[in-house]
């Protein structure tokens, strides 16, 4: 099985880079390296390059037209020369080149969804692909959902494929107290954190705005860069909480495990809509790896970071600021509680979230087509 992965980027730290990345590890351990190809829209960043380098059999110049059309005429030329037996589009907007490519050499092709692309409105050209997509494969199942719901799409072709993580890497361990001296961290707070991009609504407003039904010595450490932030010290001067939130902003990515493992509760509280929510979120995840109870929002696949079995956090409406009161109190208050859920957050990702686990559904989902 010779397979090419169309991929929009290839190189840097987003979620669904990082998804990438999995599947081409995935795939060269089940295919072999020899025969699994990568193709890259967008070229090397060199600031926000992301891991280990991979061999890539074409780089783009980026998302113009420009780079789209000679990346279609790439892709075109290498299955004529290569013999590709099959295409994973790693995105929607790319799907109409892999559909593009089923008419002129009738070779399947797969699309990964992910939330937010899907449900903020696709542009007819990506609908095509998508829907003649021969199997959809989500990386959680409330995407899976919203598509049976809103498309008329065959439902024995929708897989899901849960992202994994790094268990080496995102493991427990003491608190860091070099790295909190160093954002000014105190060492005596109870911690609640939001790790991400400040880019959407995620619930960093109303984490702030309860702070002063809450606890004084409960503080909030926002871990994250983007546009949003200068609405949230604005919000915290008004309040006047400067010395209960702490802005650590983008930090390194060798610094993320040790700010997972200071908190002693991780939330993300994202609002589902029109570009608003989350498909599953990595960081409840990885926060659960690490042993910290997570607070997750109710409307979107925040849904799925909460084992329905062992009780690894809670899961409330992202818009309720007694809800959440309440939940930070319940975890404040009982620190046997707090344990049994971390302990709880790492049998769940150990059970679901592995490398292993991801491979073999993955291997599932290739060996079903």
């Not at 959809?136 to 899976?144: A, E, K, R, S, T």
């Not at 975890?331 to 046997?336: A, G, P, R, S, V």
Request: charged content about 25%.
């Amino acid at each position: 099985m010779k397979i090419l992965i169309l991929a929009t980027d290839f190189f840097s730290k987003g979620g669904i880079q990082r998804y990438t990345r999995y599947q081409y590890k995935a795939l060269v351990e089940i295919y072999g390296k020899d025969n699994i190809f990568v193709f890259s829209l967008a070229p090397k960043q060199p600031k926000n390059i992301f891991e280990e380098d991979i061999k890539v059999e074409y780089i783009g110049s980026g998302s113009s037209l420009k780079s789209k059309i000679t990346y279609a005429i790439k892709v075109v030329s290498f299955i004529k020369n290569n013999n590709i037996n099959l295409l994973i589009s790693t995105h929607v907007q790319l799907s109409i080149i892999a559909y593009l490519s089923k008419k002129l050499f009738s070779i399947n092709y797969f699309t990964n969804v992910y939330g937010l692309e899907i449900w903020s409105g696709l542009k007819y050209r990506d609908k095509i692909g998508l829907l003649n997509s021969d199997k959809l494969i989500g990386d959680c199942n409330f995407i899976l959902e919203y598509i049976k719901k809103e498309f008329i799409y065959d439902e024995n072709k929708l897989d899901l494929l849960y992202d994994p993580v790094d268990l080496d890497i995102f493991k427990p361990s003491n608190k860091n107290l070099d790295l909190m001296d160093k954002y000014n961290i105190p060492k005596d707070k109870f911690i609640i954190s939001t790790i991400g991009r400040l880019e959407r609504n995620k619930g960093h407003k109303i984490i702030i705005e309860s702070l002063s039904k809450l606890d004084k010595n409960i503080i909030y450490v926002i871990v994250g860069g983007g546009f949003m932030r200068d609405e949230f010290e604005l919000l915290v001067n008004e309040l006047n909480l400067n010395d209960r939130v702490i802005f650590a902003g983008r930090v390194p990515e060798n610094e993320l495990v040790d700010f997972y493992n200071i908190a002693d509760i991780i939330s993300l509280l994202s609002i589902f809509g029109n570009n608003e929510g989350e498909g599953l979120p990595l960081g409840l995840i990885e926060a659960s790896a690490c042993k910290k109870p997570i607070i997750a929002g109710n409307q979107d696949g925040s849904l799925e970071s909460v084992s329905k079995i062992i009780p690894n956090g809670f899961i409330i409406n992202p818009s309720s600021s007694n809800e959440l009161v309440e939940k930070i109190n319940t975890l404040f208050n009982d620190k046997e509680l707090l344990n049994i859920y971390g302990k709880n957050g790492l049998k769940y990702v150990e059970e679901e979230f592995s490398f292993n686990k991801f491979k073999e559904t993955f291997k599932k989902i290739l060996l079903d087509a």
